[in-house]
């Protein structure tokens, strides 16, 4: 696993986390990098991804105004701070490295990398 995320865990709708994803073997900072979560019984979601080209970034409307992405070099890892948590927002938390990030969302799929997700769960 060359992709690990972490931050997840249980808590009450309002609240905040933040979900870590970290990459060991490769320089993380020389990606793009994606997160996505998947619900039970739906389609996994795009949620927001950030370029190593230009610093673009992307929200879905589901979660604008409430996550914010941003690089941690110093941890070689990129977080996802999630404000104002919904139980709508229950899910599987899972970063990737696309081919590109564009301020549309990605293009191109999922290059090398993926990591196995962290559950986020928010109870009402």
């Known amino acids: 696993v060359d992709l690990v995320e972490s931050g997840g865990g249980l808590v009450q709708a309002g609240e905040s986390l933040r979900l870590s994803c970290t990459a060991s073997g490769f320089t993380l900072s020389y990606y793009d990098i994606v997160w996505f979560r998947q619900a039970p019984g739906k389609e996994r979601e795009e949620l927001s991804c950030i370029s190593y080209r230009d610093g673009s970034i992307y929200y879905a409307d589901s979660v604008k105004g409430r996550f914010f992405i941003s690089r941690d070099n110093a941890k070689n890892s990129v977080d996802l701070a999630m404000y104002n948590l919904k139980p709508g927002d229950t899910a599987v938390y899972s970063c990737?490295?696309?081919?590109?990030?564009?301020?549309?969302?990605?293009?191109?799929?999922?290059?090398?990398?993926w990591g196995q997700g962290t559950q986020v769960t928010v109870s009402s």
């Open positions: 990737a490295t696309p081919q590109q990030c564009t301020n549309r969302g990605i293009l191109g799929g999922i290059r090398d990398h």
